[in-house]
């Protein structure tokens, strides 16, 4: 009686703790399921007021912010715009631009859906008084004058606790003018949070009682009944009969019985390191197709240079590091035709696998578009696409783009941006500045977009470069951003060297700027200089 005892005592503790361990395990799993939630969110909102910030016409706000004249074309253009952001990504409960206070803020435009109740809408110059402990974080961010970088939840107000992203808005003056944020209420988030937590409660509570019902059934065979078998010796040999078959142990004592125990526990250690053996193979697997995609997307860029040997006209050099084995930053170059340059930079939104696709594609249909040479201009060439990269985007996924053609034989260049970082020119009498165009919205957003077309010219030795937000966001240990300001000083202080040497340096600037900082995001320049036709 005393075996079967043990093996109630082993089962009733075996259960007792793979409970424990379930309630642990789901604890733990649904805050990460939470927390994931958050970060999926407020990356979203993140993206979404930073493209606004860009897009809003800071000196138009500075003057709405006197008159509140909503007949303008800008009022329209720029309510139209929140609209349509707040009807197209789901989740946005409140979206809206306001002037900060010191006690508060002023609301100065807030988007409109069509479930919306107008009710709840704030109008134009209704004031918001901070609370005790609201928006306090905003409060700092906006007297740093810089964008939320983190996951920030809102205490409960009235309508349930946020999850909010704000962005600062600039004047051509670099003056903040105002505030654009973006707040996801998280109620309207936990039934699709709560369909998944119960999808991974099932899915861990049947994991756990497969693993307890195997568990029992080893224990069983490999202690259980060794234990009977050996008290069944050893019952014989108290009788002076020996029932059992003695070869079983090898010596009469309970040496032996920790010799076969041993034994079981060697086979059992013999098939985990031909398990481990099989994971470690399928990870260096794993890491092994990652070295491929990243040589392959590395390969998709432009890598030669000089590209054009027998072009002298211009000087040209690019670079690409992503922040995870693949990235979704691309830059691309190519001859349109004898006279004409195309040039393009990018920025997919997210990183890793999925943006990486995403990268792939838009850069084979904006290419593939340009070197037709059937089109009005650069603008046509994004119009056509935004159109055939918003089929079948599941993902949501978008990517900034700057796309510009450079007449060789002249200097002149023809651009357009979907809501791309501005470019920044060295020119002959006033050296490295960003100059502001407008621009549209990212491409893969909204279908049928109208994106504005620009012209510049390049005198003989000036400069164009090209960016990703990976530079101006390279952030160091401190949290501080490497910032418009540091990246013109450093293309300032390096203007001098050719195009190859000028791109390295500023990364160098870079490195030293962030430090031991992890990279957070891809790294993409490209820089041109024009040197005349008569080269």
């Known amino acids: 009686m005393r075996s079967k005892g043990l093996e109630k005592r082993i089962v009733l503790t075996l259960v007792i703790l793979m409970l424990l361990m ?14 994931n939630y958050y970060k999926l969110y407020t990356e979203k909102a993140q993206d979404i007021v930073r493209v606004i910030a860009r897009e809003v016409d800071g000196d138009w706000i500075g003057e709405f912010i006197n008159t509140y004249d909503k007949d303008s074309e800008e009022y329209e253009r720029t309510k139209y715009m929140l609209d349509t952001i707040k009807d197209s990504f789901t989740g946005i409960q409140y979206l809206y631009i306001f002037k900060p206070e010191e006690t508060g803020f002023t609301y100065l435009l807030e988007a409109v859906s069509g479930k919306d109740d107008l009710a709840n809408i704030n109008q134009t110059g209704d004031f918001y008084e901070f609370t005790e402990n609201d928006y306090n974080k905003i409060v700092v961010d906006i007297k740093e004058q810089k964008a939320s970088d983190r996951i920030m939840k809102g205490v409960d107000v009235g309508y349930g606790e946020t999850i909010s992203a704000w962005a600062p808005i600039f ?33 861990q509570l049947t994991s756990i009682l497969m693993v307890v019902f195997l568990m029992l059934v080893a224990i069983r065979r490999i202690i259980i009944e060794p234990v009977n078998y050996l008290k069944k010796t050893v019952d014989s040999y108290e009788h002076g009969v020996l029932d059992n078959d003695l070869s079983y142990f090898k010596n009469d ?3 032996k019985w920790l010799a076969i125990s041993f034994k079981s526990m060697t086979e059992r250690i013999e098939k985990y390191i031909k398990d481990l053996t099989e994971v470690t193979a399928e990870k260096e697997r794993i890491g092994a197709e990652l070295n491929v995609a990243t040589q392959i997307q590395a390969d998709m860029l432009p890598r030669i240079f000089p590209p054009f040997p027998d072009k002298n006209e211009f000087e040209l050099f690019a670079t690409m590091n992503p922040a995870k084995e693949v990235g979704g930053d691309f830059y691309d170059f190519f001859m349109i035709d004898d006279d004409h340059l195309g040039l393009v930079m990018a920025d997919v939104s997210g990183k890793g696998v999925p943006a990486a696709l995403f990268m792939v594609i838009a850069k084979t249909l904006i290419k593939n578009r340009a070197i037709t040479g059937n089109f009005s201009g650069p603008g046509e060439v994004l119009a056509d696409a935004n159109n055939q990269l918003c089929e079948g985007n599941d ?10 053609i450079l007449t060789i034989s002249t200097g002149h260049i023809t651009f357009a941006s979907a809501g791309h970082e501005y470019p920044a020119f060295y020119r002959l009498e006033e050296g ?3 100059e502001k165009d407008k621009h549209g919205m990212p491409l893969a957003t909204l279908e049928d977009l109208r994106f504005r077309e620009n012209e510049t010219q390049l005198k003989e030795g000036e400069i164009l470069y090209l960016y990703t937000d ?26 001098d060297n050719d195009m190859e040497n000028l791109l390295k340096n500023v990364r160098k600037d870079i490195d030293e700027f962030v430090g031991d900082a992890p990279q957070f995001d891809d790294i993409t320049m490209l820089g041109i200089k024009y040197n005349g036709s008569n080269k």
Do not use: C
């Open 171 to 203: 004047d051509s003056q670099g003056t903040l003018v105002a505030m654009v944020e973006a707040d996801y209420v998280l109620s309207d988030l936990k039934p699709d949070m709560d369909k998944h937590m119960k999808r991974l409660t099932y899915l």
């Open 470 to 495: 990976g530079v101006t966001e390279a952030t160091n240990g401190a949290k501080e951003l490497f910032g418009e300001g540091r990246m013109i000083s450093s293309l300032q202080k390096h203007h």
């Open 253 to 255: 004592d309970e040496i």
């Open 432 to 434: 490295f500045r960003l």
């Open 22 to 35: 379930a309630v642990i395990i789901l604890i733990i799993s649904t805050n990460s399921l939470k927390n």
């Open 395 to 404: 993902a949501e996924l978008f990517v900034t783009v700057w796309f510009g």
